[in-house]
Structures are given as C-alpha cells and as structure tokens.
C-alpha cells in the first residue's frame, strides 16, 4: 500500500505526464496546460482512498462540519480568482461565474450544518410474540470512496454538490473534472486538503475515458455519482463495479404559460432560465407551452428581453450572453436550428453563429418530431408553441424522454395539483424557471434524466447506508 500522499494530482506517480492544453471557448486562447492522470495514477489514487476511509469514517460530525465551514471561508476569500478560472476554462460570463461561486460557497455551509444532524431512529421491536423486550436503533454509517464525475456547465458548484456530501458523510472522495474545466476542481481539491480533510481522502483525476473506466470498474469504489450527458452515464451504470450508482442526466425542460399567468414575470423568468450560459443547462428553458390567447404577447416579451442581452467576451461584466463551450457545440446546435426551420419552424430571432457564440434564438410551430423538440439542446435556443387544453398540454410535456424539472406559471391551484399528479418529472416550480435550483433541496430526475437524489441532505442519504442494532430494554 502506498503512502498517504496529502493530494494526489495527475502526474504524482513521477513518471512523465500526458498533458493537454486548455483553451478559451471564447477566443481560442490558450488558458493552461493540465497533467492527465494515468492508470498508475488511478490505481495509487483507489488505494490512497481506501486507507483514508479508515480515518474519515470515524472523524466527529463536529470535525467534518468545521472542515467543510473552512472550505466554505476559503471560497469567500478566493471568489474572484475563482470566478476568473471558470470565465476563462468555460467561457461562463463572470458575473454568473461569480454567482456560481457564490451558490457553492452555500453548498458548503449547507454540507457544514447537515454533517451535525445526520441521526438516526428507535423503533419498538415488540410488534410480534417473541419480539418483547428489544429495540431496534438505526444509525447511518459512511459507505467508503466515492467517485465523482462532474460536466463543465457548473465546474465549481456542481463539484461542490460530490465534494461536501462526501465529506459532510465521512467518505473519501475522487473527482474527475470534465475534460474542458479541470482547474475549478483542482483549485477546490487543494482548498479541501489546506482546510484539514485527511491525507489521501480526496484525489482530482482529470483523465481520460480509458482511466475513468478503469476507476469505475475498480471495486474498492463505493458509490459512482454521475452528472452530464444520459448516453455516458447509463453506460457507465453498466460498467461500475458498485451497484450504488446516482445518474444526474440530460433533459429538456418544459414551462407552462396558463392564461392567467404574470405576463411579465413569466417573460423575465423565461428569458434568465433560458439563455444563462448561453442555455448550457440540463435545466435550462427550452420548450415553452403558452395558451394561445398569450402566444402573440410572450413572444413580443421575450423579442424585447432578448434584444437587450449583451452577447460577446465574458470578461465584460456586462455581457449576459457568451461563448458555447466550444465551436463544436455551437455548430452541433445551429445545425438543429436549420434542421427545424426546414421542418416548417418560424424563426422569429437569432439562428446566427460567430464561432462558438450562437445568437439567442427563439422558433415557434417547430414539429415534434424536430431535435430541438425532443432532445436536449444544451444551447441558448428556446421552441415556443401554443396550447388550448390543459390536459393535452400536460401530455404534451410528458412526451419527452427526459424527466428533470418543468415550470408552470398560474395562480390556478387545481392546475397545480393536476400537474404535481401528472407531469414525469423531478420537480414542478410555480411562477418560477425550470432552471432554479437550490443547494439544500432534493434534486434529480426520472426517465432518461437518471435517478438517484442530490442536493446536500439527499446526497449523503446516497453516501450513507443505515445499520439496525437490535438490543434487549427493559422497562420497570
């Protein structure tokens, strides 16, 4: 067994490293030059977890709370340096990177408080003949290395919601970064070793498929959790050696406009969900369901939202709209734009590509069977199409094959109700965008969207299993 390292980055074994160069999304820019972990490394980083499990397991709930509150500090006093890494690795306008560092900053002290309550039950074991005289206690214990893999939407926060779980719950952790925004990661990997988490407990792996494959398939790894594509993450359900896998998926949100709905909130709360991060959200808006008496009206509000977005450097804070991840993802989506206004769409705005910046776009009347209607577009592009029967819409919702969050905006508490009952989905928000999302609640989807909770409290729920001891009691 090797010796605890206290950080293993890629490249430790000291052999020479495979490195990639990380570029601008924006400008092409080169940003950095990464090590990628090898199999050596992989290996040694399974092992290093595993003997660090024999310490976090029995560190104090205290302990872990006042290590993860020293992460969270360590977030406050490196905001902006943190927030220019992602606006330079993703391409993230820096004010929404900083406001991504600020969410995570709140993932941290949320994993703080919930590492002091995680309890238990008593309950009576006297239910039966033969069972007088017991009680049963339950009390839920970590599960051993965790291996999270995270996408680049969200390089810091979505890290954050695998790293303070794990840490809130007593578990080792290996985080594999996404291939274009590893520095997020391992600027929070060294935060989490300088705040006291113990030697080996933690590794940041940017790799390749082959070594990822190899973690997933190793069987000291407890837990596999999951957040990016649905294609990738239900083959690697297939792959990992651990049958506790959490799948944090694809989807392509849905939001209702009932005929009584706040116009006006509805417009800004589409236009926010839809087009942060250029759409490169799973929860991101991208159908929208309008009851015909609004269609004309929404579509005039979300035009005027539109042509005040400042599109272009991330740097500027300013700008609202920025870069794709890359030029790819940007021809990937002005291709679906193509392929739908072919089908018989209206194009009403956008369409229009420079690089990796897509123009927002917005199409109305785009067929069912078109891939921006079906499929996730990951991109700032949003369908609009009008509904008379609230019935039929709910149907019309459900017949994606994702299942993350929908939005409904009404007053109309029936309607409520009915599509709590109904709709296939993980979460419905009323008066609100499918895109919000806080730290502390549950979160995840059904369908092809995966399975399996986040959100800090759900999470270490996933990262911990109960264990009963039944006992004699006497009562006198």
């Known amino acids: 067994m090797p010796e605890p390292q206290p950080f293993l980055l890629a490249g430790d074994t000291g052999i020479r490293p495979h490195t990639v160069i990380l570029q601008s999304p924006y400008d092409g820019a080169s940003v950095a030059e990464v090590c990628y972990a090898d199999a050596i490394d992989a290996e040694q980083a399974c092992a290093l977890a595993t003997e660090a499990f024999q310490q976090t397991r029995r560190l104090a709930s205290w302990e872990r709370a006042a290590i993860l509150t020293r992460i969270a500090n360590k977030l406050v006093a490196g905001t902006q340096v943190l927030a220019e890494i992602v606006m330079r690795e993703a391409g993230k306008p820096i004010s929404d990177a900083r406001i991504e560092v600020t969410r995570a900053i709140e993932t941290f002290r949320v994993a703080a408080e919930e590492a002091r309550r995680i309890g238990g039950e008593v309950t009576?074991?006297?239910?039966?003949?033969?069972?007088?005289?017991?009680?049963?206690?339950?009390?839920?214990?970590?599960?051993?290395?965790?291996?999270?893999?995270?996408?680049?939407?969200?390089?810091?926060?979505?890290?954050?919601?695998?790293?303070?779980?794990?840490?809130?719950?007593?578990?080792?952790?290996?985080?594999k970064p996404a291939p274009q925004t590893p520095l997020s990661a391992l600027w929070l990997g060294r935060a989490t070793v300088e705040a006291?988490?113990?030697?080996?407990?933690?590794?940041?792996?940017?790799?390749?498929?082959?070594?990822?494959?190899?973690?997933?398939?190793?069987?000291?790894?407890?837990?596999?959790?999951?957040?990016?594509?649905?294609?990738?993450?239900?083959?690697?359900?297939?792959?990992?050696?651990?049958?506790?896998?959490?799948?944090?998926?694809?989807?392509?949100?849905?939001?209702?406009?009932?005929a009584d709905a706040d116009l006006t909130n509805a417009v800004t709360k589409i236009v926010g969900g839809g087009f942060t991060y250029a759409g490169q959200s799973c929860i991101s808006v991208q159908r929208v369901f309008v009851h015909a008496s609004l269609k004309d009206a929404l579509i005039e509000g979300i035009l005027r939202g539109l042509s005040a977005l400042k599109t272009g450097n991330p740097a500027e804070v300013e700008t609202r709209l920025g870069p794709m991840i890359n030029e790819a993802a940007a021809i990937r989506a002005e291709g679906w734009i193509k392929e739908a206004v072919d089908l018989g769409a209206r194009l009403h705005v956008g369409g229009g590509r420079s690089g990796s910046i897509l123009q927002a776009t917005l199409l109305s009347n785009v067929p069912p069977s078109a891939k921006l209607s079906c499929e996730e577009a990951f991109a700032p592009v949003i369908v609009v199409e009008a509904f008379e029967d609230f019935d039929h819409v709910l149907a019309s919702v459900n017949r994606s094959r994702y299942g993350l969050q929908a939005a409904l905006f009404t007053s109309d508490w029936k309607k409520m109700t009915q599509a709590w009952n109904e709709l296939e989905v993980g979460a419905i928000l009323v008066d609100e965008s499918s895109a919000w999302r806080a730290e502390h609640l549950p979160y995840g989807g059904v369908k092809d969207s995966g399975f399996g909770k986040e959100g800090v409290s759900s999470a270490i729920l996933e990262m911990t299993e109960p264990r009963l001891l039944i006992a004699p009691v006497s009562f006198r």
Not at 146 to 174: E, M, Q, R, Y
Request: glycine content about 10%; proline content about 9%; charged content about 15%.
């Open 124 to 175: 009576p074991a006297d239910l039966t003949a033969g069972t007088e005289g017991r009680m049963a206690l339950s009390r839920r214990f970590p599960i051993g290395p965790v291996f999270g893999i995270t996408p680049f939407n969200f390089p810091v926060n979505l890290v954050a919601h695998k790293l303070a779980p794990a840490i809130a719950s007593g578990n080792p952790i290996l985080l």
């Open 196 to 258: 006291g988490w113990p030697a080996g407990a933690i590794s940041v792996l940017p790799c390749s498929n082959e070594v990822t494959a190899q973690i997933v398939a190793d069987k000291r790894i407890a837990m596999l959790s999951f957040t990016g594509s649905a294609s990738i993450g239900w083959r690697l359900r297939k792959q990992a050696a651990t049958p506790r896998v959490t799948l944090e998926l694809g989807g392509n949100a849905a939001v209702i406009v009932c």
